[in-house]
């Protein structure tokens, strides 16, 4: 009986070598790439989120307090330059509301001392009201702040964030790398770049749109005695009425872009993805919610003028 006699083959042991090799150089390769990715994924929503936390600040303070220097000038326009203007308009009106009352009371001969006295209570009203025309339109603001205010800080604040493995989840540990796995995963990272970018641009694109929210507001309220000193008169009397509806407008817009930031947050937090989806498609899908808030936010002053009857 002969003894049995293993094979043993060093072409085997070597090839097991540099697959493992291999394994573990694509591993670490892919490994670096995937940090690489999750850093830049989370600086996409940090950005994101710093921008929409300042805009949120800025939605909820006065203009004052966003700007004093600007405030103080647009006060200045409105007090030296606007008030005398609608004194001048005032006078006007009046003048109106005289020869329409000589017209309509027979030449004066049906004018009773109540007319004459309810004509020159309406011009001191109105008087006052223009004098203080600013002070109301911040009134205005008050108000709107006030609402703007009670929606939930946390929720229009702050933007729930997305892990990088909810999209692009990490192979199994007992999984075989390969160069493949590398080069897909470089060009993710590419791709995140790119995102990054454009989020971004997106966040100073908010943050512009909530500074111009507020240049709206206080060019609207440099010019505030004008319209308001139509009021008088019956004709001349929808100028003032169009601007108070515009005004409550703009005063209410930071409310609906606060709620805009709200429903965003609550959007990407429960934002699901199939198993089976590309990650391209989920980055896309990702992205395109801060585009949407984007474009909302730009839609939010025609919201605001639509529920005011503000056009």
Known sequence: MQPMVLAFNPLDSVSEFFKN????????????????????????FESLNDMISDSTAYITQNPQAWSSTAFSFIKGIA???CIPLAGCIITFVFCMELIHMVQDNNQMHAITPEKVIIVMLKLGCFLLIASKSF??????????????????????????????RQILPPP??????????????LINVILLFFARIVVFALAVAIFVQ???????????TSVAPLPMSTFMNREWGQIGNNYVRKIIAVCFQ???????????????TNLQFAEGDDFMLKLFMTIGC????????????????????AH
Do not use: H, R
Request: net charge negative.
């Open 210 to 220: 909530t500074n111009l929210w507020y240049l709206e507001l206080l060019i609207y």
């Open 21 to 44: 090799l291999l394994n573990n150089f694509c591993k670490a390769m892919y490994d670096g790439l995937y940090s690489v990715a999750d850093a830049q994924f989370k600086g996409m």
């Open 135 to 164: 002070d109301i339109v911040m009134g205005v603001y008050d108000i709107g702040s006030w609402a703007a205010k009670k929606v939930n800080p946390s929720a229009a604040g702050s933007v729930g964030n997305i892990d990088l």
């Open 79 to 81: 007090e030296n330059a």
């Open 254 to 268: 930071g409310f609906f872009m606060l709620v805009a930031f709200g429903l965003y947050s609550a959007l990407v």
């Open 290 to 309: 801060g585009v949407a808030l984007f474009f909302i936010l730009c839609k939010s002053g025609n919201i605001s003028a639509s529920v005011f009857n």
């Open 172 to 185: 199994d540990e007992n999984e075989q790398y390969d160069l493949g796995m590398v080069f897909t995963m």
